[in-house]
């Protein structure tokens, strides 16, 4: 089983800090590749999230999974 994508950690956070709905995260991560943007930009650009959410979130994220954000620093 393949282990997820930080961009799938991320959409499963803020579904389930109720943010985001399944439905528009499935859309969002189905846009990366006809869009050729990552998911924070997608979820940004379509007013999916609020910046200060997305910063909650990721901030959450990277307490729960500091090895595979390192990408923020």
């Not at 282990?3 to 709905?21: F, K, Q, W, Y």
């Not at 997608?42 to 990277?62: K, P, Q, R, Y």
């Amino acid at each position: 089983m393949e282990a997820p994508s930080d961009d799938e950690r991320l959409g499963a956070l803020l579904v389930a800090g109720g943010i985001l709905t399944e439905q528009a995260l499935q859309g969002a991560l189905d846009a990366r590749v006809s869009r050729g943007q990552g998911l924070t930009r997608i979820l940004m650009e379509d007013n999916l999230v609020t910046e200060s959410d997305l910063v909650a979130t990721l901030a959450a994220m990277a307490m729960r999974f500091p090895a595979r954000v390192a990408w923020l620093a």
